[in-house]
């Protein structure tokens, strides 16, 4: 088989280490990177003098036809048009959230499965190590939380007109999707300057409570189990799960969770049997985002 021919859309802010990933892989002759597309023309002219590759201001519908993959890292509000069009002709590779809405989430779903296509959202707390080790943690009935607490908190000078607490901060809600596969009954959401409190009830009667959004001049990924005879604290950012009065365990990131993603994406288009947040998936994240956003604007308190 030859060496998959990819294109790239957007290499800006998260899509240059899209970029760099894909550009080693071809190194090692597993891909053919057949281009970017890049709207900004600052950054068009510096990918073409340092990476040497062919870089476009738009899709051309020619290019398509002789990719086998596509792999768009740009704003949410564009997902769904960009992923629409190139369903058609390639495999699909999507920066999380695969969409807007939970309607257009669904109809890029549906048109996946109408041309065969493969379509892979980018959940990428799925290929972290921590989350390895809490599915093993909780692969047991008999040992499973009551209560979950998070934070995921940027920097408040990130944030940037347009961008919604939950739809754009969603990944702890996958993180649960993936570790206990439950969608949850009951969801609200409650707002107070940048930060959203997500509140979710699952079937089982899990309880989880999350903060996500914009403050401070810290980022905060955290996690906190809390179960009969123990917490189990989660730090996404320093890499460890401290168990408490039972030490902390740190995890060495010898391969980053976007090289294992992209790689897995590669397995997916070759048609190997590989695990991967798909269409179906990526709607039901969407789904609970929206949600909690939609109670969110509800509920907006005064700071």
Known sequence: MHPINILLIGAGWFGKNHLRVWLALEKLKKINLVGVVEKSKALREKIKK???????????????????????????????????????????????????????????????DVYGRVLMVGHIFRFHPIIKALKLMFSSKS???????????????????????????????????????????????????????????????????????????????????????????????????????????FYELKTTPLEMELETFLKAVKKKNVRYADGNIGARIVNIANQVDRYAKKNTAKA
């Not at 476009?56 to 086998?68: R, S």
């Not at 920066?95 to 109809?107: C, D, G, I, S």
């Not at 607490?149 to 999707?177: V, Y």
């Open 50 to 112: 340092e990476y040497r590759i062919p870089v476009f201001d738009n899709i051309d519908v020619n290019t398509l036809k002789h990719v086998d993959a596509v792999d768009i890292v740009t704003t949410t509000n564009t997902h769904f048009e960009l992923a629409k069009k190139c369903l058609r002709y390639a495999n699909v590779f999507v920066e999380k959230p695969l969409a807007e809405t939970v309607r257009q989430a669904r109809e890029l779903k549906r048109l996946s």
């Open 143 to 249: 040992n499973q939380p009551y209560y979950i607490r998070g934070e995921f908190i940027s920097p408040f000078n990130t944030w940037k007109k347009g961008k919604t607490a939950a739809l754009d901060n969603l990944h702890l809600f996958d993180i649960l999707d993936d570790i206990f596969e439950k969608m949850p009954i009951i969801i609200s959401g409650r707002v107070r300057s940048r930060v959203t409190a997500a509140e979710l009830y699952y079937p089982n009667g899990m309880y989880a409570v999350f903060e996500l959004g914009w403050r401070g001049e810290e980022k905060e990924r955290i996690l906190d189990f809390y179960l009969r005879d123990k917490i189990i604290h989660c730090d996404f950012g320093r890499n460890f799960i401290e168990i408490r009065g039972g030490g902390k365990q």
